[in-house]
Structure formats: C-alpha cells, structure tokens
C-alpha cells in the first residue's frame, strides 16, 4: 500500500472522533485528497459500523469532494478558449451524477447522429434536412418535450434527457443543436424569455438574395420542444409582445455557450426553489456565481 493510501485510510479512521475540531482538521485533509478519497470513504461506509455520525459524515465529505470537482471543472471550462457546449452540459449533469461516464453520453449521441447522417446530403435544402433530423430525432428515437413534469431537475440533466428521452426545452435544444453541429448543420441556441429555441443560419446569404435590406441572419427558427416545428421571426414578435417584452436583437440570435450553461443552472436553481432543497440551491447559486467572477 502507497504512502498516500495509508495516509487516506488513518484519515478516515477518524472521521468519528467526537472532538469537533479534531473532525474539522480530519475533513479539512480529506477534501485536500480529492476524489482519490471517495473509494476509500465509500469502502468505509460499506463496511464499518461507526454508527449513524459515522455515516453522515462520510455522506457530505464524498458529496463535498465531489462538488468541488464538479466546481473546478466548471471554472476550467469557463476560462477555456472554446467552451464546447457538450463537454459544459456534462459537466452539470455530474452535479447531480458525479460517476457517470462520459463515455456512455458521446456513445448515445454518435448512434444519433448516425441515424440522421445516413438520411441526409448535400443535394438537400436547409428545410429538407431539418425534416429529415425531426423524422430520426422525434420519430425513431422519440425524444419529446416533458409536459407532464416540465419542471423536474431532470430535465436539465443532459445525461438524463438521452435516458428517458424526454427534456425542457434549453436540454432538447441543447441535444439539437450539438447534433446538428456535428452534421454541418448550422443550428444554434436562441435565449428567449421563459423559452428557448434554435436558429438555422443564413450561411449563404439567401435572405438578402431575396431582400437586399434584410438584415435578419436567421434561415428559420426551430421549436425543438415541440418535435422540431419550423417557423419566422413574426412568431417571436407575437410571442414577445405577449410577454410585454421588447423586441431586442437578442432574443432573435444565437447565445453564447455560456449564457446556455448558465441558464441550465438558473432552470435548476428553479427546480430546487421548488422542491424546498435549499442546499442544493445554494450549491447551484454557487456554480452560477463562477459566470461572474
């Protein structure tokens, strides 16, 4: 047995001492392990029977570790140059399954994006090949819009969304878009008010072909939490004005990566608020809050 092991295992030995500052220092030190701890907190909790003190301080220590990795992978992604949407959506699914693989979700997405890619080519209009994405995406594989329990943590959980196939609407967008991506299609994230929808770009200029003063990027727009429904800007207007919301450039282009990820925090924060889980509340407030430093 390493060093390192022997030290971690004296460590968690005295995880019952009923000295509260001698815990403090015990779990000060653990936390400074990181997750090379967890097997051997989880090994002790399996095993010994300290009583329930015991327990409980193992659970929050293992859920301690596990969200400041969450937490220092989450900075690390927001300094990155690039700031891929998947890798920052797995990132928050870990808040909640701190042992998935990540494996497992790029596997599921490939067999998608197979399934679209064999049905669509270039000889295609823009309109074409998003009927063809709805057919394999909202027809074979049967993603849906999750009506029924809309505001279930678990619809923000991208590694959730591809179990149960059903999401929100910022999760099933999120799949879309990061599929369609992947195909050359060039969709993107669009951050409405107490909505969200995705943008076909006007790569190829086609709208100012047909009106030189058009200044308007977008080909359509997509409704992925309505299985994939195509549409024009004067729906966003109607939808707006219902709102009593102003007409701002924004709420008709694409987002960045980073308000996507933000606002999959602020729709779990709501979810929590919800449940009456304060802690996780804050824990999230305290993820969102990494956006502003």
């Known amino acids: 047995m390493m060093d390192n092991d022997k030290s971690i295992l004296a460590l968690v030995q005295l995880i019952d001492d009923p000295d509260d500052t001698v815990f403090e220092h015990v779990r000060d030190q653990l936390i400074g392990h990181g997750t090379t701890a967890i097997p051997f907190l989880e090994n002790s909790w399996e095993t010994e029977d300290y009583g329930l003190l015991f327990q ?13 990795e969450v937490k220092n992978e989450l900075q690390t992604w927001i ?12 990132i928050i699914s870990k808040y909640q399954y701190p042992n998935i ?17 064999l049905e669509i080519n270039d000889q295609q209009t823009a309109y074409e090949k998003v009927r063809v994405f709805n057919k394999v995406f909202y027809g074979k594989h049967r993603f849906t819009g999750n009506s029924k329990d809309y505001h279930s943590p678990e619809n923000s959980y991208l590694y959730k969304v591809l179990d149960m196939h059903k999401g929100n609407p910022l999760s099933l967008s999120v799949l879309y878009s990061i599929i369609a ?36 990027n977008n080909l359509f727009y997509i409704n992925a ?3 994939g429904g195509i549409f024009n800007s ?22 960045s990566n ?8 602020t729709n779990l924060i709501t979810s929590f608020q919800q449940t009456g889980s304060s802690k996780k509340v804050n824990e999230l407030i305290e993820l969102r809050d990494l956006f502003d430093s």
């Open 225 to 227: 939490f309505s299985r």
């Open 101 to 117: 693989e990540e494996q497992d979700i790029h596997t599921k997405i490939q067999a998608i994006r197979k399934d679209i890619w």
């Open 79 to 90: 300094t990155s140059p690039n700031k891929d949407l998947l890798a920052g959506a797995i």
């Open 181 to 216: 991506q992947s195909l050359d299609m060039p969709i993107f994230g669009i951050n409405l008010p107490n909505h969200f929808i995705l943008s076909y770009l006007d790569e190829n200029n086609t709208n100012s072909q047909i009106d030189p003063d058009s200044k308007d």
């Open 234 to 255: 004067n729906e966003i207007d109607d939808f707006l004005k219902g709102l009593n919301k102003p007409l701002l450039r924004s709420y008709y282009e694409p987002c």
């Open 56 to 68: 409980s301080r193992i659970e929050d220590l293992i859920h301690e570790i596990q969200f400041l």
């Open 258 to 265: 980073s308000s996507i990820i933000v606002r999959m925090l």
